[in-house]
Nanobody, 121 residues
Framework: QVHLVESGGGLVQAGGSLRLSCAAS??????MAWFRQAPGKEREFVAH????????YYSDAVKGRFTISRENAKNTLYLQMNRLKPEDTAVYFC????????????????WGQGTQVTVSS
């Protein structure tokens, strides 16, 4: 059975940093990604990583501030978030797919429960 479990969220001041983790169990995945959903807004793509090549891709909103990475030995995905802004406040979700998924959330088969990130001004 597949499980994705996020951790690392919390409350931080603007300009601060947080690192999110997503521990995967049950299988390994070709594509893994982070999405987020702010109150009253649709879920949006943040970043994704292709395990085989290490290729990463970021939304314009987080490019240059966030870094997605993966530790294969632990089957864990990370999101290092620096220079956080109040507009980064959202529930952050880890997602995984066994095949091409890109930036569309409907292409991802497995989801974590989410972790809250709140950035105060």
């Amino acid at each position: 059975q597949v499980h994705l479990v996020e951790s690392g969220g919390g409350l931080v001041q603007a300009g601060g940093s947080l690192r999110l983790s997503c521990a995967a169990s049950g299988r390994t995945f070709r594509w893994m990604a982070w999405f987020r959903q702010a109150p009253g807004k649709e879920r949006e793509f943040v970043a994704h990583l292709i395990s085989s090549s290490g290729y990463t891709y970021y939304s314009d909103a987080v490019k240059g501030r966030f870094t997605i990475s993966r530790e294969n030995a632990k089957n864990t995905l990370y999101l290092q978030m620096n220079r956080l802004k109040p507009e980064d406040t959202a529930v952050y979700f880890c997602a995984a797919s066994t095949m091409y998924a890109g930036t569309n959330d409907d292409k991802y088969d497995f989801w974590g429960q989410g972790t809250q990130v709140t950035v105060s001004s």
